[in-house]
Structures are given as structure tokens and as C-alpha cells.
T-cell receptor, first 113, second 114 residues
């Protein structure tokens, strides 16, 4: 069974530029999560989707961050414009609708210069 | 509100020695508890989970954890450390409610000395 796929794995951009991350969850997993992991910290939830619906986006900085999951499968997380403080690892995870286990992708390491 | 505290941001053990990584949780309801491992430049891999079926939970790679409600703890142990165990370990709690949100600790970096 294929795991959670994320791309790109690494991204370096200059501040004020836009950036997008892509995630493909495990087949059959209706719930998708985006987490932010700062250096030396545990992941923190940014947004959770149930199928196409964002059911918890309370921690997403909506002035510069946006996300979508148009067909209830793949998801894209965007930052526009990026700031220096956005340098971190962005992790995608998925689970079944009632599942408590979340399965993580390898993450995208973003560096903003 | 739920929270997780991991005591010791860095732990160093010798190869073959006991590994003990500490985790204490705070939850107003019976929680689901998890340990994840993260190797350099990789995502998080589930080691084991507690879902109230048994207080002693066995996971992958020889790790196990014991849920102690009286101590609100869920410490991770392995009898004999291997060099390949060197990684960062995260404890997490999920109340299983409507949010189904994982709350992570700050992690413990395990070093294994030859």
C-alpha cells in the first residue's frame, strides 16, 4: 500500500514569493491534515479536511495561507507571500474518517531567504 | 485542553542499554495516546498507540509503552538500544472527539552511543 505522498521534498524561495505544496493521501482515507513543524518542535495542526470540506482551519493563518482539496483526494497548501518565519517542515497526514491513527508523509522542508 | 509533556529534549544511551523516554499527558477524557518516531529528513512513523484495550502496548522495532492513568504517563521503553534507534521521538494525544486532532509533545532526540 502506498503511503502519503508529498512534493516537493525541499523548496527554497525568497521572501514575498508564493509557494505551494502538494499532498496525495493514502487511498481510501477521507480525512487529510496539514501540519506545520518548526525546528525542534512537534507538529501543529494547520487544517483538517473531511473529503472536500475544511472542518478545522482555526490554526491556519488565513491572511497568507490557503488550502484546497477540490475532489476530496489530493490537496494543495499555498503561502502567498512567504515570510522568513515560514521556514519549517510542512507535513501532510491522512486517516480514515473515524480513525484515530494518522499516517504522515515525508514532509516538505521550506526555506525562505 | 489537552497537552503533552516530554521530559528531556535529549537522551543519550549506550548501545544495548535500556531506553526510557518519558511522556506525561493532560486530558479531560480518556485519551488515545501515540508514540511516533522521526528519522532525519523523514516524516513521522507510528511506533505504537494506546486505545484503552490494554495498558501495556507493544509496538514496532521492540518498543513498548505503558499507560498509567494514576500518573498520567505513557513512557516509551526498549530493553536494548540499537544504533538504528537514533531518531527523534514524539508523544501525542488525541481525545478522539469531533476534532480528532493530535497534540504533540516537543520531542525527545535519542542518541545511541557505540
Amino acid at each position: 500500500e502506498a503511503g502519503v505522498v508529498q512534493s516537493p521534498r525541499y523548496k527554497i524561495i525568497e521572501k514575498k514569493q508564493p509557494v505551494a505544496f502538494w499532498c496525495n493521501p493514502i487511498s481510501g482515507h477521507n480525512t487529510l491534515y496539514w501540519y506545520l513543524q518548526n525546528l525542534g518542535q512537534g507538529p501543529e495542526l494547520l487544517i483538517r479536511y473531511e473529503n472536500e470540506e475544511a472542518v478545522d482551519d482555526s490554526q491556519l493563518p488565513k491572511d497568507r495561507f490557503s488550502a484546497e482539496r477540490l475532489k476530496g483526494v489530493d490537496s494543495t497548501l499555498k503561502i502567498q507571500p512567504a515570510e522568513l518565519g515560514d521556514s519549517a517542515v510542512y507535513l501532510c497526514a491522512s486517516s480514515t474518517t473515524q480513525g484515530t491513527e494518522q499516517y504522515f508523509g515525508p514532509g516538505t522542508r521550506l526555506t525562505v531567504t | 485542553a489537552q497537552s503533552v509533556t516530554q521530559l528531556g529534549s535529549h537522551v543519550s544511551v549506550s548501545e544495548g542499554a535500556l531506553v526510557l523516554l518519558r511522556c506525561n499527558y493532560s486530558s479531560s477524557v480518556p485519551p488515545y495516546l501515540f508514540w511516533y518516531v522521526q528519522y532525519p529528513n523523514q516524516g513521522l512513523q507510528l511506533l505504537l498507540k494506546y486505545t484503552s484495550a490494554a495498558t501495556l502496548v507493544k509496538g514496532i522495532n521492540g518498543f513498548e509503552a505503558e499507560f498509567k492513568k494514576s500518573e498520567t504517563s505513557f513512557h516509551l521503553t526498549k530493553p536494548s538500544a540499537h544504533m538504528s534507534d537514533a531518531a527523534e521521538y514524539f508523544c501525542a494525544v488525541n481525545d478522539g472527539g469531533a476534532t480528532n486532532k493530535l497534540i504533540f509533545g516537543t520531542g525527545t532526540l535519542l542518541a545511541v552511543q557505540p
